[in-house]
């Protein structure tokens, strides 16, 4: 393990928390837009850590500007050329409002070295996100174990909750392994994105699969295709641990074409969706939530290969 440069710390801190606290505050509303109106007061909640949430972006936005990576702003992984449109159709669907001036605050960032100065300010904002982000985790076991228990109905499906709940937990991880100064070997780190990652790419195959109406056979068919590569890919990273970090031969080329076309396949999905030209149960700010992270797990992969062509 390394230790971290102060100027290094706040770009990394501040290209993370960009990822992720919007990914955390649209986790929050898909709780919330899926209960049932007896449980109130537990949609209540979830649109208080949406809020909450927002507010942490707005303080990473503001530090960000002239300190993230130009890497992360270019990958489509903070915003995508739909996100403004997915907001105000969700906002017109469900009633919940979004604040569209912080999308457009977000796609107007510049990049640049991350400043020193920033270290104190920066790792506050860490310690204030790890607190809430823990916080939400309770929130999504607790959900977990009421629908586990047959105590609580909402629309999400089970695996969905785990999933966004194996997500924060990432993202803490992270965050608490930044403010110890920890840069892990690169080779170990994306051993460990890419075990971590291909897993979420399968699980949304999954979600969109079956979210879809049983009449898009054909995009049904191809979810699901995408479903068992992935599956497959992290089952053949999982011998990389057995190998002394070795990455076997061709498997960054395999990944790299893997979510390619997934992130392809989800950008066209989310335009369709937008177009109200497929049947389905998929909210248009789902399409592009899942098609950040797709552009988050290919901006870590090229990123990777370009190192590794490099070196």
Do not use: Y
Request: glycine share 4%; net charge negative; charged share 30%.
């Amino acid at each position: 393990m390394f230790r971290l440069k102060r100027g290094e710390f706040v770009q990394k801190s501040l290209d993370l928390n960009l990822f992720f606290l919007r990914i955390m505050k649209e986790h929050s509303f898909f709780l919330q837009a899926a209960f049932i109106s007896r449980d109130q007061e537990l949609a209540e909640r979830a649109g208080r850590f949406s809020e909450t949430f927002e507010k942490l972006l707005e303080e990473a936005v503001r530090l960000a500007n002239g300190n993230a990576s130009r890497v992360v702003l270019k990958s489509g992984e903070i915003v995508t050329d739909n996100t403004l449109q997915a907001e105000k159709k969700t906002e017109f669907l469900t009633g919940v409002p979004f604040d569209t001036n912080l999308t457009r605050r977000e796609a107007a960032l510049k990049p640049g070295a991350g400043d020193p100065e920033l270290v104190d300010e920066v790792a506050n904002l860490n310690e204030k996100v790890i607190c809430k982000t823990k916080d939400l985790i309770e929130f999504k076991t607790e959900i977990l174990e009421g629908m586990l228990e047959c105590r609580l109905f909402t629309w999400n499906f089970p695996l969905l909750i785990e999933h966004i709940r194996r997500e924060a937990i990432f993202f803490v991880t992270h965050l608490e392994r930044l403010q110890k100064g920890i840069n892990l070997d690169p080779t170990a780190e994306i051993i460990e994105e890419k075990l971590f990652w291909d897993r979420i790419m399968a699980e949304h195959s999954l979600f969109i699969a079956h979210l879809l109406d049983p009449s898009e056979v054909s995009l049904i068919r191809t979810a699901d295709d995408f479903a068992r590569l992935f599956f497959k890919l992290e089952s053949r990273l999982k011998h990389v641990e057995d190998m002394n970090g070795c990455l076997p031969h061709g498997l960054l080329k395999d990944e790299i074409r893997a979510t390619r076309g997934i992130r392809d396949f989800k950008d066209t999905a989310t335009e369709l969706v937008l177009a109200c030209e497929i049947r389905s149960l998929i909210i248009p700010l789902l399409g592009d939530h899942v098609l950040r992270e797709a552009n988050h797990f290919l901006a870590i992969l090229t990123n990777t290969n370009e190192i590794i062509l490099n070196s």
